[in-house]
Every structure is written in structure tokens, then in C-alpha cells.
């Protein structure tokens, strides 16, 4: 499957920052109405992956810009800022594009990263159901012929519905977990759009049903390795996930600002005619633009500790990584929550009215939050300081 029209060129980070502050500008515009209606983004998908923004973390060896994980998670904060389910759609294609960087033959590079750079989008199949653990598995992954048969069922399987490939975690016949990269018009597999969060409403989170789907050997990469020696696959994920976070607390702080700016507040008791001359409502900005600021420059420095880990991924640099992405991951977390919680005490019942649409910007952080636990990030992040502790090796830290 192709896109309709050509994708763009991205060639370096400067490029890539640029066209995703234009992009960002147009997704803002019906990013309530699509939120409201629960409208698919599938005009918007459509010109976020002609952009070439998709194909950004692409090396420079096989044609991508290969920009810097600083300048991929402001992209995702400049989507996730115009729009927070855009800007989680494209969340586990980076995902398994890492996967792809670290365990993928030369063979197998060469040909899905051709596939990106052509416009092709990735989705995921990763979580499952009922398992002992979150992170076990029991999708099977059972040898036919010169290919495999995958059996089993996912859930919130963000961008499987827009994906051209849907890469799912499956398990072979000897127990040791593969990522299996299915295109996603296969016989046998079911793409149900059955996500009904509250928050995050067109990711497009449903479920993915395989039926005895058949993939090609050259179509399934080593998963279970990444996370049994240090790689940055597990801190990519998640500094994905605080960019996105970033950018929600973002735009409920603009929006904010606008509100108060723009619209009468009687109920003010402070004495001032002007919302902007309220004690209590300058504390309240002050309070969340300083950790807003600290926010954003935690996601920039965790970006280049993952550079780094990339150039040189050994134990020592993968544990700073990750823990340095933990310490933005958990404060993007509260922040989110905190901006979305402080726009509506300050926008009063206004802020539930449909037109407005500020709501959304709490609802958005509420459910995306829950990806992970925060706590942990704090508690990994202390036995590294303390105890000298590395964090473990997962695609939650």
C-alpha cells in the first residue's frame, strides 16, 4: 500500500522541526471537533506521513535523515501539543523502527526502512489480555513451510487501523518472544475498532485479532534480545511517551493562557477587574510554567543521554538513558495532569462546555498517563542514585 501522493524529503533536524511546527498548525484547527466526534484523522494521517516526518529516525546509511532522539521527541511534542492522539499514532512505528535498528540483518533494514522512507506506516500489536504478567505473552509464532502462522489476540494496539504493517510480538515454538513485522491486509487478521477511552479518543487503540496469519520468514526480527543485553530500545519507547505527555501539558497551558486572557471571569474576589491581575491566578501560572519549562528541558536532556546510548550502547550508557528519560517521564506525567487539572479551576464550568473543548487536554493526559506507572519511574530512578542500581531492562523504563 502506497500513499496517493509523493512523500516528502527530510534531511536534516532543522527540516524536520519545521515541517512539524507547520503540520502542528494545521492539526490544531479541528483538534477539538475530532476529539468531540471521535473523528478518525485519516486526511491528517494522510499529510503527516507525506511530510516525511515518519521516516525522520531513519539512519542516514539507508537514506533517512537519522535526526537526534532531541529532535524526534520535540516532533512528537509539537504533534502531541496540536493534537494528542496524532501525536501518539506514530508512537510504536519509532518503537519498532528502533527494534529494527538494533536486531534487524542488513537484509531486513534495507528493505522496511525503504518501506518508511516510501510513506508506509507501522503500527503495533504488542499488549495482550489475561497474561501472568504485562509483559508475557502468548500469541504463538508456529513454523509453516518457509514462513510462520500467528495465532492469538492484542489489545490496545495504538495505529493498527492506519498502519500498512502492523509489527506484533509473538512467541516461538521454543518460548523466546519475535517481532513479527505483518503487512496489514493478511488473510486472517481482524482489525477492530473497538478503542472507547475517554481520553486519547482517535488513536485508534483497538484490538487485533490473527488467525492463523501467515508472515514471511524475512518479515519476523529477534524481540526478546533487545531487552537480554543493554540497547536503547527500552528508553526510546519511553522518552516517546514523554514527549507526548510534553505536548499535552503544553497545549493546556496555552490554552489556558488564552482563556484567561480572552474571556470574563466575574466570580474574581481579589478586588482587580482583570483576570490577569488575580493573585491566585498569576501563582497558578507561575506554578506551572516553572515546571512546564523544567519539563521540557528534562525531555531535551534525556534526548542527548540517548544519543549518546545510541553511539555507544553498553551498560553504563543505556542505565544513564534510561534513567535520565525516567526523571522526564515522570515529571511529564504530573505536569500533564496538572495543567489539565489547573485550566479547569481557572476557566470554571466553561471549560466542560463541548464548544470549547478543554476538557479533552485533562481527559488526554488522564488515560495516556496509565501507559506505565510513574511510581516505578521514582523508585528506579532512587536505586540508581543511592544503591548504584542500573534499572532493569524493559521497554517500560
Same mark, same amino acid.
Given at each position: ?7 516528502? /524529503? ?13 503540520? #502542528? ?21 494522510e499529510?503527516?506521513?507525506?511530510? &516525511? ?7 542516514k546509511?539507508? $537514506? &533517512?535523515? $537519522? ?10 511534542? =509539537? ?11 506514530? +508512537?510504536?512505528?519509532? *518503537? ?6 538494533? %536486531? ?6 534495507? @528493505? =522496511?526502512? #525503504?518501506?518508511? =522512507?516510501?510513506? +508506509?506506516?507501522?503500527? %503495533?500489536?504488542?499488549?495482550?489480555? $489475561? ?33 500498512? !504493517?502492523?509489527?506484533?510480538? /509473538? ?22 475498532d ?5 481520553? +486519547? !479518543? ?7 485479532v ?7 520468514a ?12 543493554p ?5 526510546? #519507547? +519511553? ?6 505527555d ?8 496555552e ?22 491581575e ?29 544519543? @549518546? ?51 479533552r487536554?485533562?481527559?488526554? #493526559? ?14 528506579? /530512578?532512587?536505586? *540508581? *542514585?543511592? %544503591? ?6 524493559? &521497554?517500560?523504563?
Amino acid at each position: 500500500m502506497t500513499l496517493s501522493h509523493p512523500v516528502a /524529503v527530510i534531511t536534516s533536524d532543522e527540516q524536520a522541526l519545521i515541517v512539524a511546527s507547520d503540520l #502542528a498548525e494545521d492539526f490544531r484547527r479541528d483538534s477539538a471537533l475530532r476529539d468531540r466526534e471521535r473523528r478518525l484523522p485519516l486526511a491528517e494521517l494522510e499529510a503527516f506521513s507525506r511530510s &516525511g516526518l515518519w521516516g525522520i529516525s531513519v539512519p542516514k546509511a539507508y $537514506g &533517512g535523515a $537519522g535526526v537526534s532522539n532531541v529532535t524526534l521527541a520535540k516532533v512528537i511534542a =509539537l504533534i502531541a501539543q496540536a493534537d494528542a492522539s496524532l501525536g501518539q499514532i506514530p +508512537q510504536n512505528h519509532f *518503537y519498532a523502527l528502533e527494534v529494527l535498528r538494533v %536486531n534487524g540483518s542488513p537484509a531486513q533494514q534495507q @528493505r =522496511l526502512y #525503504a518501506e518508511v =522512507l516510501a510513506g +508506509q506506516r507501522f503500527g %503495533n500489536a504488542l499488549a495482550e489480555l $489475561g497474561t501472568k504478567t504485562a509483559h508475557d505473552r502468548v500469541t504463538a509464532l508456529t513454523r509453516d513451510g518457509d514462513g510462520f502462522r500467528i495465532s492469538g489476540r492484542k489489545f490496545y494496539a495504538t495505529g493498527a487501523i492506519y498502519a500498512q !504493517r502492523i509489527p506484533t510480538s /509473538v512467541v516461538d515454538e521454543h518460548g523466546v518472544q519475535q517481532l513479527a513485522f505483518v503487512p496489514h491486509d493478511s488473510q486472517g487478521l481482524t482489525v477492530i475498532d473497538d478503542w472507547s477511552g475517554f481520553g +486519547q !479518543r482517535t488513536t485508534g487503540s483497538g484490538s487485533v485479532v490473527f488467525d492463523k496469519v501467515w508472515v514471511a520468514a524475512e518479515d519476523v526480527i529477534p524481540f526478546q534480545s533487545a531487552f537480554e543485553r543493554p540497547t536503547t530500545v527500552g528508553p526510546l #519507547a +519511553q522518552i516517546l511517551h514523554a514527549a507526548i505527555d510534553t505536548g499535552i501539558a503544553r497545549a493546556a497551558f496555552e490554552d489556558a493562557l488564552h482563556f484567561v486572557r480572552t474571556k470574563t471571569r466575574p466570580w474574581i474576589d481579589s478586588g482587580n477587574d482583570k483576570a490577569s491581575e488575580d493573585p491566585l491566578t498569576l501563582k497558578s501560572f507561575g506554578h506551572l510554567s516553572v515546571r512546564l519549562h523544567a519539563t521540557e528541558a528534562l525531555l531535551e536532556r534525556s534526548g542527548e543521554y540517548l544519543d @549518546r546510548a545510541q553511539a555507544d550502547s553498553n551498560a553504563q550508557t543505556v542505565a544513564a538513558a534510561s534513567i535520565a528519560v525516567a526523571e522526564a517521564r515522570a515529571l511529564s506525567t504530573e505536569i500533564s495532569l496538572a495543567a489539565g487539572s489547573t485550566l479547569f479551576e481557572l476557566a470554571g464550568s466553561q471549560a466542560t462546555l463541548a464548544e470549547h473543548g478543554l476538557d479533552r487536554h485533562w481527559r488526554n #493526559a488522564r488515560v495516556h498517563t496509565l501507559h506505565d506507572p510513574v511510581r516505578w519511574k521514582y523508585h528506579a /530512578v532512587g536505586n *540508581y *542514585y543511592l %544503591n548504584d542500581e542500573n534499572p532493569p531492562l524493559r &521497554g517500560t523504563i
